[in-house]
């Protein structure tokens, strides 16, 4: 691949003092003039009316009447004023999409006036979404859940807990925005159109050029498809800086465009992979945003992001294109040819280095040199939360060496294994769909478990909040090592949330219901895959799940739960339509205007790899996990007399003394339940954990005792009185000569 290069990196290029700007809110005369080049379309669109003279960022908006007269207007002056002098370029420059509306508008102040000095006519896309603040509120909400520090929590635990606590549903909404500015009255729409129609009345006056800077990659890959279909005959450029944009997206949307030559040069300037991953975006994250984007807010975990150099180079088509001419990857940092050069060692860093920007302006001016970039106010990026102990992220420390799990790779992993189980019940939902069964279920599993040696921790009725039941189930999943053996159990409902991520409106995805899931605080299914993915090899991990918690969406959005019978309470739940119209919006796919859909469609259109892995989808080579459901996919759990069906059944199954694999733990459970069962439980896992004994650990590693066995009464069992003490005692009897026989077998080892 023809990459630019140089033996060393030169000195980043002074500005001369006069050109600092951007180190402070605009005046309301310097807003006057950004009028003439700024267009800001939050969501996409344009606003109704807008102020003539606003006095603060906050008042600047723009109509679709605004964003024609920038061309129809303040371009044509400008062209005018140049008398002639050849092709006037223009550019379409579209800022990252993680910053606030402020942010957006110091980046347009920094640099209009500095184009108009080099002959460009700049054009500012502004969209607001302060996305950075979001993430950093959802990683704190995370933080206090666990019972760790900064410094114990490696860069997967971070990517799947971002994801679980809201970072995938803000990159979302953003991918949203940017198609939405291109359907039905969206202001790149409207914009492209006005720039066809200049082309078309003024012939060869203007050339026209787009750079996206991070997201701006995202919705340049659907903006100059956009005006090149309204009839822009062609873009003589297009420059991405560190591209946020999947290749995927790229190579469907904007590539075909290059590969015809309805786009003269296509460039990349992004970090050597090495510098990638010196980059931090948050504290106690070690590598760059692309790295967060890919593995925690795509809706799969590794999704291939252009501006990741690894990942760039590992498709062919667009090394392809990049290999055939020259200069059109840039990898910083890197000297040299001044039109191919860059300083830039963090990913918000690029549009504000002089060497890059100098750069691009060269390429599109066709000039030898142009003015010194002015130099932005040194700032924290917006919402970037410190550490603990308030340092920024370029102070906090290191987080420790993690396996490729990524969870933790340290001196832990050489103390003695653990047996650590989280129990969790809710009964006490809203009016209308308590349950009578679920917490006694999970104090039954939970004495048991605790009786055998398992230190337990519950969440129970109004504590098992989404937030918290994400954050101990990531708590106690990725402090696993080696060894362990954990247990997850939850009592409660299931149920079906609309699927985001295919094109069957109609399907479902899994997921579970915390207390709050009335206010579209659903677990999804997808969301505790990832998690999965964090066990570590020789860590085992069983799911008992007491509700209806399918994986292979057989159900439909519109399916209700079965009526009570016979004394029995389905464990299914059903979002009402307006519930499932609030999950659309919250997770980036809204519903309220016909533009939403269009541009959603969009989105999912545009990314052929979009594909999450749900916990039955995955194969067996990626499952770690054992999972054992209370029913098969396509019916409902069921409660009775205060328990769930299926859970009195495996206490009985317990309770006989007999040695279990998982396979005939769930055999024998479905023996039990009889020929007239309502329900079949169903087991999911390989071959290898399917014959593994019930909750023992992978065979190998050291046999510890999580502190609950230790104060454990010796004489429990003798002191049953109550049936139910029985049976809980016979289990305990089972469960403790079990880990007892491990810790034997391991010892000979």
Not at 57 to 78: G, N, Q, S
Request: charged content about 25%.
């Amino acid at each position: 691949m023809t990459a630019s290069a140089a033996p060393a990196p030169s000195a980043p290029s002074a500005a001369a003092p006069s050109a600092a700007r951007g180190d402070r809110r605009p005046t309301p005369a310097r807003l006057a003039k950004l009028r003439e080049h700024v267009v800001v379309i939050p969501d996409g669109r344009p606003a109704a009316t807008s102020v003539a003279r606003p006095k603060t960022v906050a008042e600047f908006e723009t109509t679709a009447a605004d964003i024609e007269r920038i061309v129809t207007k303040h371009l044509t002056d400008f062209v005018d004023a140049q008398q002639g002098a050849g092709p006037v370029p223009v550019v379409v420059y579209a800022h990252g999409g993680l910053v606030a509306k402020d942010d957006g508008f110091d980046v347009a102040d920094q640099q209009v006036d500095w184009w108009l000095e080099n002959g460009v006519f700049p054009i500012e896309i502004v969209w607001e979404t302060g996305a950075l603040t979001a993430i950093a509120d959802a990683w704190e909400r995370y933080r206090p859940g666990g019972r760790r520090g900064w410094t114990d929590v490696t860069d997967g635990v971070i990517e799947v807990a971002l994801r679980a606590l809201g970072g995938r549903a803000v990159w979302e909404d953003m991918k949203l925005d940017a198609a939405a500015a291109v359907v039905d009255g969206g202001g790149g729409q409207v914009l492209a159109r006005a720039l066809a129609e200049f082309m078309k009345a003024n012939g060869s006056a203007i050339s026209l050029h787009a750079v996206g800077h991070s997201a701006g990659s995202i919705f340049h890959s659907h903006f100059v498809p956009a005006a090149l279909e309204a009839g822009v005959p062609e873009f003589a450029s297009v420059t991405f800086l560190a591209p946020a944009v999947r290749i995927d997206t790229f190579e469907k949307l904007l590539l075909p465009h290059a590969e015809q030559r309805r786009i003269g040069e296509l460039s990349i300037f992004t970090m050597t992979d090495e510098k990638e991953l010196d980059d931090s975006c948050l504290a106690a994250y070690r590598k760059s945003l692309l790295y967060l984007v890919s593995g925690s807010f795509e809706p799969e975990r590794g999704a291939a992001i252009l501006g990741i150099h690894q990942h760039l180079i590992a498709s062919a088509r667009t090394r392809a294109y990049l290999d055939g001419g020259d200069e059109r990857l840039v990898l910083s940092p890197t000297g040299g040819d001044p039109r191919s050069r860059s300083n830039a060692t963090t990913h918000g860093g690029f549009d504000d280095d002089a060497d890059t920007m100098r750069s691009v302006a060269m390429r599109i001016a066709m000039l030898d040199s142009v003015t010194p970039f002015p130099k932005r106010a040194a700032r924290q990026p917006a919402g970037a939360p410190a550490d603990a102990a308030g340092r920024s992220a370029d102070e906090a420390p290191l987080a420790q060496a993690e396996d490729a799990t990524g969870t933790a790779s340290t001196a832990a992993e050489h103390r003695p294994a653990q047996r650590l189980a989280l129990c969790i019940g809710i009964d006490r939902y809203p009016e209308g769909d308590e349950l009578a069964g679920a917490v006694a279920d999970s104090r039954a599993w939970g004495a048991a478990l605790d009786a055998a040696g398992f230190t337990v921790r519950d969440l129970h009725d109004g504590d098992a909040t989404r937030d918290a039941m994400v954050s101990e189930i990531i708590a106690l999943v990725s402090s696993a090592r080696p060894g362990d053996s954990l247990v997850i159990q939850y009592a409660g409902h299931g149920t079906f949330v609309p699927d985001l991520d295919g094109d069957d409106e109609d399907r479902a995805d899994e997921a579970l219901c915390p207390v709050d899931f009335r206010s579209s605080r659903v677990i999804l299914d997808d969301e505790l895959a990832a998690v999965w993915d964090l066990i570590p090899e020789g860590a085992a991990v069983t799911l008992v799940f007491d509700c209806c918690h399918s994986g292979t969406a057989s159900r439909r959005i519109g399916d209700q739960p079965p009526a009570r019978r016979d004394g029995l309470r389905p464990r299914l739940a059903a979002l009402t339509p307006t519930e499932q119209d609030t999950f659309r919006r919250l997770n980036g796919a809204p519903t309220e205007h016909p533009w939403q859909v269009e541009a959603h469609s969009r989105v999912v259109d545009s990314e052929p790899g979009r594909a999450p892995k749900s916990v039955l989808g995955r194969t067996a080579i990626q499952r770690r996990e054992v999972l054992i459901a209370a029913c098969a996919d396509d019916q409902v759990a069921w409660e009775s007399r205060g328990q769930g069906v299926f859970t009195r059944a495996a206490l009985e199954v317990l309770g006989r003394g007999a040695r279990y694999t998982n396979r005939s733990f769930v055999s024998a459970v479905i023996d039990a339940l009889g020929p007239n069962r309502v329900q079949d439980p169903k087991l999911t896992a390989d071959d290898l954990a399917a014959d593994r004994v019930l909750f023992a650990p992978v065979l190998g590693g050291p046999i510890g005792h999580g502190s609950a066995g230790d104060d454990a009464d010796p004489d429990f069992e003798r002191t049953a009185e109550t049936p139910e003490q029985v049976r809980t005692a016979a289990i305990v009897s089972i469960l403790r000569a079990t880990a007892d026989l491990l810790e034997v077998e391991s010892r000979r080892r």
